[in-house]
């Protein structure tokens, strides 16, 4: 694949800089002050607008980044991203059907229910909360798969990138485990850190045949925080396993050599 180094690959420390400071120093804030932050900005929950600021800090990094490097005019570019919108048969029957039936298979080992709850406020409410999920956790791919994994995988072969980035990833979410309220404060860290690291390695083929597409990354996080899919932590995480195992095998001649990933960040 070509490659575009109009962002050059030293861009990654301030991004992650930028990702982790803002998103951990919100959290500190949160756990140091949780009562006058819920004075303020009402209690702790995913649509606190803190923790939604702490969510977007990927995102933010990376247009800062694009800017500091490339100008105001590299955002452009890198917004065009969100086009690419052509997926194989395969891969858009894994984003719609087969992150779902993860969760439904996780669920079922765990012996919970296999659908999630409806939200209050019928259909309209349901509208709210998909729309909702739709712009929270999505949102963080503009970073991590719009600014760190080209670069990475201009260093390592993609499934290398693809553990990197998932451990990256993984820990970043840490402070959210420790604050009571948010979504991950009843889940145990480390089948989620193990879970972020399959999760990012199925990613990285689709993510590489999509020519480096922002919307099927986006849509793919989605379909990991989709309200409508059970709650089958920690088991779902191990089924994610299983699945980036099957999936590297299959495209073993591409992930497992440097030069078969994108690596434009513009």
Same mark, same amino acid.
């Given at each position: 694949?070509?490659?575009?180094?109009?962002?050059?690959s !030293?861009? @990654?420390?301030?991004? #992650?800089?930028?990702?982790?400071?803002?998103?951990?120093?919100?959290?500190?804030?949160?756990?140091?002050i949780?009562?006058?932050?819920?004075?303020?900005?009402?209690?702790?929950s995913?649509s606190?607008?803190?923790? @939604?600021l702490?969510?977007?800090s990927?995102a933010?990094?990376?247009?800062?980044?694009l800017?500091?490097? *490339?100008?105001?005019?590299?955002?452009r570019?890198?917004?065009? !991203?969100?086009l690419?919108?052509?997926?194989?048969?395969?891969?858009?029957?894994?984003?719609?059907?087969?992150? %779902?039936?993860?969760?439904?298979?996780?669920?079922?080992?765990k012996g919970?229910?296999l659908?999630? %709850?409806? %939200? +209050? *406020? &019928?259909?309209? *409410?349901?509208?709210?909360?998909?729309a909702?999920?739709?712009l929270?956790?999505?949102v963080?791919?503009?970073?991590?798969?719009?600014?760190?994994?080209?670069?990475?995988q !201009?260093?390592?072969?993609?499934?290398?990138?693809?553990?990197?980035?998932?451990? @990256?990833?993984? @820990?970043?979410?840490? %402070?959210?485990?420790?604050?009571?309220?948010?979504p991950q404060?009843?889940?145990?860290?480390?089948?989620? #850190?193990? *879970?972020?690291?399959?999760?990012?390695?199925?990613?990285?083929?689709?993510?590489?045949?999509t020519?480096?597409?922002l919307l099927?990354?986006?849509?793919?996080?989605?379909?990991?925080?989709?309200?409508?899919?059970?709650? &089958?932590?920690?088991?779902?995480?191990?089924?994610?396993?299983?699945?980036?195992?099957?999936?590297?095998?299959?495209? !073993? +001649?591409?992930?497992?050599?440097?030069?078969?990933?994108?690596?434009?960040?513009?």
């Open positions: 694949m070509t490659t575009g180094f109009s962002i050059p !030293r861009a @990654i420390i301030p991004f #992650l800089a930028l990702a982790f400071g803002l998103a951990w120093g919100l959290f500190v804030v949160l756990l140091t949780p009562d006058t932050v819920a004075e303020v900005f009402g209690p702790m995913a606190n607008p803190l923790f @939604i702490a969510v977007y990927p933010l990094a990376a247009f800062i980044v800017v500091l490097y *490339g100008g105001v005019t590299a955002i570019p890198f917004a065009k !991203r969100l690419l919108w052509r997926i194989s048969p395969i891969w858009l029957a894994f984003v719609v059907l087969g992150i %779902p039936a993860v969760h439904v298979v996780g669920a079922a080992i919970g229910p659908v999630a %709850p409806l %939200p +209050e *406020g &019928g259909m309209s *409410g349901l509208l709210g909360v998909l909702f999920m739709l929270l956790g999505p963080e791919e503009l970073g991590w798969r719009g600014i760190a994994l080209p670069i990475l !201009r260093h390592m072969a993609p499934l290398w990138a693809g553990i990197v980035l998932g451990l @990256i990833w993984g @820990i970043w979410h840490l %402070p959210a485990f420790l604050a009571s309220g948010t404060s009843g889940w145990s860290f480390m089948p989620f #850190l193990g *879970g972020a690291v399959a999760v990012s390695v199925i990613l990285v083929p689709l993510f590489n045949a020519r480096g597409s099927w990354a986006a849509l793919f996080h989605f379909q990991l925080n989709n309200p409508l899919s059970p709650d &089958g932590q920690p088991w779902d995480m191990a089924v994610f396993a299983l699945v980036a195992v099957i999936v590297v095998v299959l495209n !073993r +001649e591409t992930m497992l050599k440097r030069g078969h990933g994108v690596t434009q960040v513009t």
